[in-house]
């Protein structure tokens, strides 16, 4: 049997976590989560390892997964990470 080696890692993510917004209300601000420090798309980044890690995003699960897309792209951006592609599946 060959020896397969990973060529990356699948994250999967719920689809509610922090884009990079700042909630309006004060009754959501107590949920808020640092992006920069705590946010699970820049656990994201960093479980890869490289500088300028590849990113994909599958948006399959969205009910407007062309909505989606271009926010992940901008938050990913954010976070200094330009790599990034949308699979539309």
């Not at 004060?26 to 990113?55: H, M, Q, T, W």
Request: glycine share 8%; aromatic share 8%; with cysteine.
């Amino acid at each position: 049997m060959k020896n397969l080696i990973p060529r990356g890692k699948l994250i999967a993510v719920g689809g509610n976590e922090d884009k990079g917004t700042y909630p309006t209300s004060r009754s959501k601000r107590k949920y808020y989560l640092n992006f920069f420090e705590l946010g699970i798309l820049k656990r994201v980044v960093s479980e890869s390892g490289k500088a300028d890690p590849r990113i994909e995003v599958i948006t399959t699960a969205s009910m407007i997964p062309q909505e989606v897309g271009p926010i992940y792209t901008a938050s990913f951006a954010m976070l200094n990470c330009h790599n990034v592609g949308i699979m539309d599946i």
